[in-house]
């Protein structure tokens, strides 16, 4: 049971914003919002990850609105090689074997 | 290369075969996972091993038996398996505590 929402898929210009929304409106006070994206053939790889506040690393920001019932993942200038499937996650952070369960995801496609 | 090694990157096994998969990581992490994803499916979670213990087997056939010596590396034995077990067989790690997990290539298995 994933627990969250995705759009199947989407299309992005190259070099424009991707920005790939996700509602949870059941998340737990405990539960934190993971994004984690897998190109074709690949395993998947984090990207990034929030609780209440909105987050940036070097690979994009995440978006979270004030109730947590949703969250955005933007990837500010998109490549071609951000074409893949992008999984939001909701789960709690605790000690030991951290069970992730994965949906369908957005399958993005960056269009030259 | 992310830090978690999975061998071989293809296999393509008889259905009275008895074959291993690999999985090593050096990322010092503490738990590690096997994982299943079919064409066109979720990933699907089969194991999860936390300090070389299994906490999880979510209701894997017998065909598939886990092995983890110790904390670096974890097995997947497989025999007498079914065409329908083809897939991409994904080994992750991540730290008790910490918030991401860390996968490895795959393995793309074939059953004939």
């Known amino acids: 049971d994933a627990k969250t929402t995705q759009p199947p898929s989407m299309d992005c210009a190259e070099g424009r914003a991707a920005n790939l929304p996700c509602n949870h409106s059941t998340i737990s006070g405990n539960e934190y919002v993971y994004w984690y994206r897998q190109i074709h053939s690949q395993g998947p790889q984090y990207i990034i990850h929030?609780?209440?506040n909105n987050e940036t690393n070097e690979m994009a920001s995440l978006i979270i609105t004030e109730d947590r019932k949703s969250s955005t993942l933007i990837l500010p200038h998109a490549t071609l090689r951000d074409t893949a499937v992008y999984y939001c996650i909701v789960r709690p952070h605790q000690t030991g074997a951290n069970n992730l369960f994965f949906g369908t995801g957005t399958r993005l496609t960056v269009i030259p | 290369e992310t830090g978690v090694t999975q061998t071989p990157r293809h296999l393509v096994m008889g259905m009275t075969n008895k074959k291993s998969l690999k999985c090593e990581q050096h990322l010092g992490h503490n738990a590690m996972y096997w994982y299943k994803q079919s064409a066109k499916k979720p990933l699907e979670l089969m194991f999860v091993?936390?300090?070389?213990?299994?906490?999880e087997n979510n209701s894997v056939p017998s065909r598939f038996s886990p092995e983890c010596p110790n904390s670096s590396h974890l097995f997947l034995h497989l025999h007498t398996l079914q065409p329908e077990d083809s897939a991409l067989y994904l080994c992750?790690?991540?730290?008790?505590?910490?918030?991401?997990?860390?996968f490895g290539s795959g393995t793309r298995l074939t059953v004939v």
């Open positions: 929030g609780l209440k």
């Open positions: 091993y936390s300090l070389e213990e299994r906490v």
């Open positions: 992750a790690s991540s730290q008790d505590g910490g918030y991401g997990y860390t």
